[in-house]
């Protein structure tokens, strides 16, 4: 078990122990895919909440005896308002343990509703975000069996929903680079002519003159903009998620993970240990997608400096991307591949 959890939300979180036991309604331990929960019985039904006077996480320390092989698992002490018993006198307490998989069904269908153990530490509205992929992924799953496809089949449910603001989006960048081939030779003479904000300030004014905005070849990151929510959601129901925890997929063992195709038997700056097949094809088919942009300019020289920029925000994605679960990777992959397929289709219809 990786932290603590507790049914109180008042100002000492977690590490900050005893809470007020007044105010425990649940407490125990979690991971990422599992939790082991205690809650008041039925003799303590009447007002809710936990009899402890203390909540305490301690940790098993090296040479403690102990059938669990790792030292320094945590471990969760509760302490009973008892002070004395009598001869003869019984004091009993009762309590339900919940013990089992952090799934959505497995954590709302006990006696208390324990759905805010997952995505915490979202905004409420991310939190809708990713139980709402959680909801669309188990949509398709129960169609397609398959973690794996359904994860690419969302990739393409998300790229045709999308696909009206990137038809605007692309013609909005053609229309600025026909209008920067128009305005080269007028471009060249204000650099030549010019240095600086003056020729900063001549460069807008000629924009201004034709009409044409210089932030309009930025509106195809409007499409990418849009989707870093979802990015965002997908990373945490893709590595928390109990649903998709033993997920395999090709030669990738769990999709909630790095792929680690194989070990380099050492370890490797920004790579790790393991070499991962999955971020590799995807900086592939990123850099692909990348050169279908129209270029906005016809000069080689700075032709050259975006294919450098285009490189370096290629591997930027690399290794952003490179310790990522491998379903955020797939979907990356995918959803970068129809988008050049898209882009085809979309220009096939313009010429």
Same mark, same amino acid.
């Given at each position: 078990?990786?932290?603590? /959890?507790?049914?109180?939300d ?23 895919y599992?939790?082991? @929960? ?11 909440v ?11 320390q090296p ?22 018993? /009598? ?14 998989p ?20 979202l ?16 949509? *398709? ?17 998300? =790229? ?7 038809? *605007? ?9 026909d ?6 030779p ?17 460069? @807008? ?7 044409v ?11 990418? @903009?849009?989707?870093?929510? *979802? ?44 070499f ?8 592939i ?6 050169? @279908?942009?129209?270029?906005?300019t ?17 591997l ?24 050049? *397929?898209?882009? =085809? ?7």
């Amino acid at each position: 078990m990786g932290t603590v /959890a507790s049914g109180w939300d008042g100002p000492n979180k977690a590490g900050n122990l005893p809470w007020p036991s007044q105010q425990l309604t649940w407490a125990g331990l979690q991971d990422r895919y599992f939790a082991l @929960l205690i809650f008041p019985g039925e003799t303590e039904k009447a007002n809710g909440v936990l009899p402890f006077t203390t909540v305490e996480l301690k940790f098993a320390q090296p040479g403690v005896k102990t059938s669990i092989k790792e030292n320094n698992f945590p471990v969760l002490w509760f302490r009973l308002p008892i002070t004395s018993i /009598a001869p003869g006198e019984q004091i009993c307490w009762e309590f339900l343990i919940f013990s089992g998989p952090k799934s959505k069904e497995a954590l709302a269908s006990g006696i208390v509703n324990l759905s805010s153990l997952l995505f915490p530490g979202l905004w409420g509205w991310m939190r809708w975000i990713c139980f709402g992929l959680l909801g669309i992924l188990g949509a *398709i799953h129960a169609i397609i069996p398959d973690w794996g496809w359904t994860i690419i089949i969302l990739a393409l449910i998300v =790229r045709i929903c999308l696909s009206p603001l990137a038809n *605007i989006a692309l013609k909005s960048q053609q229309r600025f680079v026909d209008a920067q081939k128009l305005l080269l030779p007028e471009l060249k003479e204000i650099k030549k002519n010019f240095k600086g904000g003056e020729q900063s300030e001549k460069i @807008l004014q000629l924009y201004k003159k034709h009409n044409v905005s210089p932030f309009a070849g930025l509106k195809p990151l409007f499409v990418v @903009l849009i989707q870093l929510p *979802i990015l965002i959601a997908l990373f945490h129901v893709l590595g928390s998620a109990y649903e998709l925890h033993d997920a395999r997929f090709l030669w990738i063992n769990t999709l909630s993970e790095p792929d680690k195709l194989f070990c380099f038997g050492f370890n490797i700056p920004l790579l790790g240990r393991y070499f991962n097949l999955l971020p590799v094809i995807m900086a592939i088919v990123t850099l692909l997608s990348f050169k @279908l942009a129209p270029a906005p300019t016809a000069e080689k020289k700075e032709q050259g400096l975006q294919n450098i920029f285009l490189i370096a925000m290629t591997l930027m994605f690399f290794f952003l991307f490179y310790s990522f679960p491998a379903g955020m990777v797939l979907y990356w992959t995918f959803a970068n591949f129809f988008h050049i *397929i898209q882009h =085809r289709l979309m220009t096939f219809r313009m010429i």
